[in-house]
């Protein structure tokens, strides 16, 4: 139980056009999603949370006209990145969290992007 | 800033060896915890130590919290080649699950 799936798993894109990942909990309702990035050999560091029918909320220095997150169901969250530059490239991860175990994140297997 | 540290060195043991890692923390915590990352993959939830335990163990994982010190270890006994990975540590400073990481300790097990 408590798995939650990305897609796509890897994903390459041209300067200036937007990529949107999916992250879905697959066999529970997800109250909370939370949003990584991670830089290689870099550890992980927090871009946003998102509770399902609310806005994000974004770490400082996360622009959030640029990573746009929607999570409007209890499995699903997006995460946008508008119009992607080289610097955006980097492995983005979900996790996602339910109320019944609320001191526990359920991770995604990650999606690589890569910004050419 | 990263709430959690480990030290950077990255571990290469032979099977069958023991393999310590650790972690500092700045701010108080409700708890901390550890995963495991495979390369290029997600992370795997190791186990949770909470701020009113020292010790707790989990299969060949045994973990230590010291408060007084802001630290934790992650010992993982009698390793195996699929031990072979990075390993974190992470606090929840804020104490509204938006956790911390540390950088990492990357532990590679030789058969």
């Known amino acids: 139980g408590a798995v939650v799936s990305q897609h796509p798993s890897r994903v390459i894109c041209k300067s200036g056009t937007s990529v949107k990942i999916e992250c879905r909990s697959l066999?529970?309702?997800?109250?909370?999603m939370f949003w990584y990035r991670q830089f290689p050999k870099k550890s992980l560091m927090l871009m946003a949370t998102s509770n399902e029918g609310s806005k994000a909320t974004y770490e400082q220095g996360v622009e959030k006209d640029k990573f746009l997150i929607n999570h409007a169901s209890l499995t699903l969250s997006t995460l946008t990145v508008t119009s992607a530059h080289p610097e955006d490239s980097s492995f983005y991860i979900c996790s996602a969290q339910t109320s019944g175990r609320p001191d526990t994140q359920y991770f995604g297997p990650g999606t690589r992007l890569t910004v050419l | 800033s990263q709430q959690g540290e480990e030290d950077p060195q990255a571990l290469s043991i032979q099977e069958g060896e023991n393999a310590t890692m650790n972690c500092s923390y700045k701010t108080s915590i409700n708890n901390l915890q550890w995963y495991r990352q495979n390369s290029g993959r997600g992370l795997v939830h190791l186990i949770l130590?909470?701020?009113?335990?020292r010790e707790k163990h989990s299969g060949r994982l045994r973990v230590t919290l010291d408060t007084s010190k802001k630290s934790s270890s992650l010992l993982i006994t009698a390793s195996r080649a699929a031990d072979t990975a990075s390993y974190f540590c992470?606090?929840?400073?804020?104490?509204?699950?938006?956790?911390?990481f540390g950088k990492g300790n990357q532990v590679v097990v030789i058969p």
């Open positions: 992470a606090t929840d400073p804020y104490g509204n699950n938006r956790l911390a």
């Open positions: 130590i909470r701020s009113n335990e």
């Open positions: 066999d529970f309702q997800a109250t909370t």
